[in-house]
C-alpha cells in the first residue's frame, strides 16, 4: 500500500483522471492493450502509474515502465510521482539514471526502451508499459507502439501476460486505434474528462511577420520583460547569484523597447467569424493618429516597478536546476513569467498559469530526403498545438490566451502535426529494426509508415556501411530486405547513429579507440560551445560578449593543433575541447571561461562512459577505458582518425571547385557534393576555412544564411574512392 502525505492526497483527489480509475483499471484487466486520452494536466502521466501500482502491478517480478519522449520529462516525472507516493520512483536517460533492483516504476525515454528490447525483446522485466504522450509522435514512440503490438500477444502466449497503455493528449488516435496491421481488434479508448475552466481565445486582428523562438530568443524576451517590470528582491530571497546579478542590471538600465501589445486590437471571435487581417486593414485607418503615438512610446519605454514579474526561461537545452525553477512559486510580491518554447506545450505543466501569450510558431528542424541537408525553420504550428498551448491557461481558474496572430491565419494552420517518422533520414531504426531480425521493414506495423525513398535512401546507406549485407539481385534491394552483416550487428549495439557507429567498430585500429569514442561522443551531443552570436541587449553586455568569442576563437585555434593534426579540422576541434575541459575536471568554470557549454560537456563525458562499456562489451580483448589525462594523438594517430572519420561519413564527401571551373562566382571557395546542384562552403568558424583543402568530409550541411558545412575534416585525395 501507499503512505501518501494528507496534502499529496488531497491534490490528487482534484485530479479528472481520479475519477476514471476504476474505467481504466478495469479496462486494463481485461485487455492487453488500452488508449487513454487526457487533456494535459489531467493526471494521466502522475496518477496511471500509481493506480498500476496499487493494483499489485509492480507486486510480482514485473515492474511498471513509462516512456516519455523528452528526458526533461522522464526525469521530472519521476521525481515528482516519488513525492507524491512517498516511494522511491526512478529514471533512465541516455546517461544516466538511478534504476535499482528495487524499482518498482521507472520512467525512461523512449530510445531507452527501444535499446532494452533489442537486449530482451519480451521485455521480461515488465509487467507493463505505459507509452506517454504519443500523440507527439515522436519516431521511437511509433517504432514502440509498433513493436509492442507483437511483443504483447507473445508475452500472453508464452503465459508472462503483459499490458501496454498509450496514453495522448488529444483525442486524435486513430492512426492507433484504426490500424488494422498493428491492432487488429481495435483497443478501447477511454476518454478522460478533464475540468478545464474556460479560456477565452484572444486573436490579432493583424498578424506581424516577425519571427520567433530557440534559446535565444527565450534569452532576450526574458531580458527585455525583466527590464520593463523589475522587481525588488526582499532579503528573503534565496536565488543564485546569476539570476541576482540580471535583477541588478536591470536596475541601472531604465530605458527598454518592449512593444507593447494593445488588447483593444485584439477580438475574441471564433475562428469562422471572418478575415480579422482584412477588417484590421480598416481599423488602421481609424486609429492612426493614436498607433503612431504608441510606436513613439515604444522604443524608449519607462520600466514599471509596480508590476513586478518573476521571469524565468524555459526550454530542453537550459540546465536541470534552472528548469526546475518554474515549478517553485514565485518570491513573494511578483507575478510568475515563464518565456518557453513548445517543451511547455503538454510534456510540463506549469502549475496556476492564467494567461498564455502564444506566437504560433514552432521551430522544427527539416531534411531534404534526397540530399540529407537540414535547416531550422520556423513556421506556424498546428490548430491542435494553438489549441494545446491555450488550454495551458485553464488548469486552475479560467483563463485568457493571447494570440499574436488572427484567425483567419488560424484557419489556415494544418489541423494536428505531422508524424516526426515522416520529416527525417532513418537509418537508425532500419538498423536497430534489422538487428530485432525484422528483415522487410516495409512490413512493419508502422502507426504511421515512412516513405519508401526514405525507407530506400536508409537502406542504401546501411549497405555502404557494411552493415547489412550487399543486395544479391537488384530485385532484393527494391524489397529492402538486405540481412544485417556481423558488423552491423556491433554497430547496432552502440547507441549513437549508424555513421557512427560504423566509426567505433573501426576504432581497434593503432589505439585509436579512446580517440574515436571521445570525437563520436562530441559529434552526437548538440551544440557544444556557446551560442556568443546571440544579440545583447546593453553595450555592457555587448562588449562582454565579443570578449568571449575572442576567447573561444582562440581556444579553438589551440585545439586544433598544429602541423599533421589540422587536417582532422573541426573534429580535432571537438577532441581539444574534450581532452581539455576533461583535463580540467570538467567543472563549470573551466566551460563558462572557455565558451563550452557545460551541460554539453557533462553529457559528451557520460557518453563516453557509456560508449567506453558499450565497446568493451563488443570486444572485451580491446580492454578501452576513459582517461581523463588523454595524450593528444600521434600523427599516425590522426590519419588513422581521418581514415576512421572517411569511413563512417563516405556519403558525405565534398570537393572543392578549382579554379577554372569557376562559372559563377558563388561557386568561389565553394564545394560539390554529389547530390546538391549548389555549393557547400566551409563556415568561417571551421577549423578548415583558411586551409580549403581539396576534399573533405562533413557531418552535416545546415542551411543558414549558406549552406554550411559543419565537423568538416580533410580527407587525401588517394583516399577518395
Ligand atoms: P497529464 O499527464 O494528464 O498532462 P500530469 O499527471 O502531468 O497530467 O499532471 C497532473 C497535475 O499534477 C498537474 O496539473 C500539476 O498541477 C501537477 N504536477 C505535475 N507535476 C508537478 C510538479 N513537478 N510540481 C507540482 N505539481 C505538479
Ligand atoms: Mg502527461
Not at 65 to 74: D, K, M, Q
Not at 607 to 624: D, F, H, I, K, M
Request: aromatic share 8%; proline share 6%.
Amino acid at each position: 500500500s501507499v503512505d501518501r502525505l494528507p496534502e499529496m492526497q488531497e491534490a490528487r483527489l482534484r485530479l479528472p483522471v481520479l475519477a476514471e480509475e476504476q474505467v481504466i483499471m478495469e479496462a486494463v484487466r481485461e485487455n492487453s492493450f488500452v488508449v487513454l486520452c487526457g487533456e494535459t494536466g489531467s493526471g494521466k502521466t502522475t496518477q496511471v502509474p500509481q493506480f498500476l501500482y496499487e493494483a499489485g502491478y509492480a507486486s510480482g517480478t514485473g515492474i511498471i515502465g513509462v516512456t516519455e519522449p523528452r528526458r526533461v520529462a522522464a526525469v521530472s516525472m519521476s521525481h515528482r510521482v516519488a513525492k507524491e507516493m512517498n516511494l522511491v520512483v526512478s529514471y533512465q536517460i541516455r546517461y544516466e539514471g538511478n534504476v535499482t533492483c528495487d524499482t518498482k516504476i521507472k520512467f525512461m525515454t523512449d530510445g531507452v526502451l527501444l535499446k532494452e528490447i533489442q537486449k530482451d525483446f519480451l521485455l521480461q522485466r515488465y509487467s507493463v508499459i505505459i507509452i506517454d504522450e504519443a500523440h507527439e509522435r515522436s519516431v521511437y514512440t511509433d517504432i514502440l507502439i509498433g513493436l509492442l503490438s507483437r511483443i504483447v500477444p507473445l508475452r500472453n502466449k508464452k503465459g508472462l501476460p503483459m499490458k501496454l497503455i498509450v496514453m495522448s493528449a488529444t483525442l486524435r488516435v486513430e492512426d492507433f486505434t484504426e490500424n488494422r496491421k498493428l491492432f487488429p481488434t481495435p483497443p478501447p479508448v477511454i476518454k478522460v474528462e478533464a475540468r478545464q475552466f474556460p479560456v477565452s481565445v484572444h486573436f490579432n486582428k493583424r498578424t506581424p511577420l516577425e519571427d520567433y523562438t530557440g534559446e535565444a530568443e527565450v534569452h532576450s524576451v526574458c531580458r527585455r520583460l525583466r527590464r520593463a517590470f523589475p522587481f525588488k528582491r526582499g532579503n528573503t530571497a534565496s536565488d543564485s547569484s546569476d539570476e541576482m546579478k540580471k535583477f541588478k542590471k536591470a536596475k541601472h538600465k531604465r530605458t527598454v523597447s518592449l512593444p507593447r501589445i494593445d488588447l483593444d486590437n485584439y477580438s475574441a471571435l471564433p475562428v469562422d467569424e471572418g478575415d480579422e487581417d482584412r477588417l484590421a486593414g480598416i481599423d488602421d485607418e481609424e486609429g492612426s493618429d493614436l498607433e503612431l503615438g504608441d510606436d513613439a512610446a515604444d522604443t524608449e519605454e519607462k520600466a514599471d516597478p509596480s508590476l513586478p514579474l518573476y521571469v524565468l526561461p524555459l526550454y530542453s537545452l537550459l540546465a536541470p536546476e534552472q528548469q526546475a525553477k518554474v515549478f517553485r512559486p514565485p518570491p513573494h510580491g511578483a507575478r510568475l513569467c515563464v518565456v518557453a518554447t513548445n517543451v511547455a506545450e503538454t510534456s510540463l505543466t506549469i502549475p496556476g498559469i492564467k494567461y498564455v501569450v502564444d506566437c504560433g510558431r514552432v521551430k522544427k528542424r527539416f531534411y531534404d530526403r534526397v540530399t540529407g541537408v537540414s535547416s531550422f525553420k520556423v513556421s506556424w504550428t498546428s490548430q491542435a498545438s494553438a489549441n494545446q498551448r491555450a488550454g495551458r491557461a485553464g488548469r486552475t481558474e479560467p483563463g485568457h490566451c493571447y494570440r499574436l496572430y488572427s484567425s483567419a491565419v488560424f484557419g489556415d494552420f494544418s489541423l494536428f502535426s505531422e508524424a516526426e517518422i515522416t520529416r527525417r533520414p532513418v537509418e537508425d531504426l532500419v538498423l536497430q529494426m534489422k538487428d530485432l531480425n525484422i528483415d522487410k521493414v516495409v512490413n512493419f506495423p508502422f502507426p504511421t509508415t515512412p516513405s519508401a525513398e526514405a525507407l530506400v535512401a536508409a537502406e542504401q546507406l546501411l549497405v555502404s556501411l557494411g552493415a547489412l549485407e550487399e543486395p544479391v539481385k537488384e530485385m532484393e534491394r527494391a524489397r529492402l530486405s538486405c540481412p544485417i552483416s556481423p558488423l552491423g550487428r556491433a554497430m547496432a549495439s552502440f547507441p549513437v547513429s549508424p555513421r557512427y557507429a560504423k566509426m567505433l567498430a573501426l576504432g581497434k585500429q593503432q589505439d585509436c579507440l579512446p580517440y574515436v569514442i571521445a570525437v563520436v561522443a562530441a559529434m552526437t551531443v548538440r551544440e557544444i560551445f556557446e551560442d556568443l552570436d546571440r544579440p545583447a541587449g546593453s553595450e555592457d553586455e555587448s562588449s562582454k560578449l565579443a570578449q568571449r568569442r575572442a576567447r573561444l576563437a582562440q581556444m579553438r585555434r589551440l585545439w586544433a593543433g598544429q602541423g599533421a593534426s589540422l587536417l582532422l579540422g573541426d573534429l580535432m576541434v571537438l577532441l581539444g575541447a574534450v581532452g581539455a575541459c576533461e583535463f580540467a575536471g570538467c567543472t563549470l568554470k573551466f566551460c563558462e571561461e572557455n565558451g563550452l557549454r557545460y551541460k554539453a560537456m557533462l553529457e559528451i563525458r557520460r557518453l563516453r562512459g557509456q560508449l567506453t562499456n558499450a565497446v568493451n562489451s563488443v570486444c572485451p580483448e580491446v580492454g578501452v577505458f576513459v582517461d581523463c589525462k588523454m595524450a593528444p594523438p600521434t600523427e599516425s594517430q590522426v590519419v588513422c582518425l581521418r581514415q576512421i572519420v572517411l569511413a563512417g561519413l563516405g556519403d558525405h564527401l565534398a570537393r572543392r571547385v578549382q579554379q577554372e571551373e569557376l562559372l559563377d562566382s558563388k561557386w568561389r571557395n565553394g564545394y560539390k557534393t554529389p547530390l546538391l546542384d549548389e555549393p557547400v562552403y566551409i563556415h568561417p568558424s571551421s577549423a578548415l576555412f583558411k586551409t580549403l583543402p581539396q576534399f573533405v568530409v562533413y557531418q552535416e550541411v545546415l542551411e543558414t544564411t549558406k549552406m554550411y558545412m559543419r565537423g568538416v575534416s580533410a580527407v587525401e585525395p588517394e583516399w577518395v574512392p
